[in-house]
C-alpha cells in the first residue's frame, strides 16, 4: 500500500548512557524500492565488492593446505562469498542469509570455520545470532567475524561515528570489551585480530594460526 510521505530515520543507543544520531531523510530516487534497494544506494559496495575482498582475504589467510575445510558463509546475501572460495578451491563452501530467498535455510551440517561478515553490528539481539552460529559451528571449529570496533569518541557521549548510521542500519555497536562479554557467554573465546576482524572458538583449531592466533 502506498503511503505519501517523507521517511526519516534517526538512531537511540545505549544503556546507562543514552545517545542519539541526527535525523536524516531518505530521498527516494524510484517510485518504489525497498529496504535492499535503498541500502545499495547508500552502499554499492557491499554487492560485489566487499564479497571479492573477504573471499580473497579468507583464502590467503587459511592458505592451500586448508582447502579441505567446511565453510558457513553466515550473512551471505547472494552467495558471492562462497562462490568465489568454491572457486578458488575450498569446495565445502555454503551460504545463509536469512533475507535471501536462495539461502534462507539454514544448513544442518556442522561446519569447521563459519564467517561472519558485517552481520553483528545489523542484529538486535546479537547473543541470538551468535548461539545460532554455535549451533552451526563443530566442536573443534571457530568463528571469523567483522564488526569495527567504537572509537573513544563513543566513551566520551558524542556519536559522531560514521558507522553509527540509521541508514547504513548499523543498530548494535560494540568495545572488544562487549565482544568478550558476548563471545564468552555463548562458551566462545574471543581473539580481536583488528579493529574490524576478530575470531573466536571452543577448542583452538589448528588452522587458526594461519590467522596470528595462539592457543
Not at 542519539?20 to 541500502?39: A, C, M, Q, T
Request: glycine share 10%; proline share 5%; with cysteine.
Amino acid at each position: 500500500e502506498f503511503i505519501d510521505g517523507r521517511e526519516i530515520e534517526v538512531s537511540v543507543m545505549g544503556n546507562d548512557k543514552i545517545m542519539v544520531s541526527r535525523p536524516g531523510e531518505l530521498i527516494p530516487h524510484n517510485e518504489f524500492y525497498d529496504y535492499n534497494d535503498k541500502y545499495i544506494e547508500v552502499d554499492p559496495d557491499y554487492v560485489r565488492d566487499r564479497p571479492l575482498g573477504k573471499a580473497s582475504m579468507v583464502g590467503k589467510l587459511l592458505g592451500a593446505d586448508n582447502v579441505d575445510l567446511k565453510i558457513l558463509d553466515y550473512g551471505g546475501g547472494t552467495g558471492l562469498f562462497a562462490e568465489t572460495l568454491r572457486n578458488s578451491g575450498f569446495k565445502h563452501t555454503d551460504t545463509y542469509d536469512p533475507f535471501s530467498a536462495e539461502f534462507k535455510e539454514l544448513p544442518r551440517n556442522k561446519y569447521d570455520l563459519v564467517t561472519c561478515f558485517e552481520v553483528f553490528e545489523h542484529v538486535n539481539d546479537p547473543f541470538m545470532t551468535l548461539q545460532t552460529i554455535c549451533d552451526v559451528m563443530s566442536e573443534s571449529g571457530g568463528l571469523l567475524f567483522s564488526t569495527r570496533i567504537q572509537p573513544e569518541i563513543m566513551d566520551r557521549g558524542e556519536l559522531d561515528w560514521w558507522y553509527a548510521g540509521p541508514r547504513n542500519g548499523h543498530i548494535s555497536l560494540h568495545t572488544r570489551r562487549s565482544l568478550r562479554i558476548l563471545l564468552e557467554k555463548a562458551g566462545l573465546k574471543f581473539v580481536s585480530l583488528n579493529d574490524n576482524l576478530h575470531f573466536g572458538f571452543r577448542k583452538f583449531p589448528e588452522f587458526a594460526g594461519e590467522f596470528g592466533c595462539v592457543a
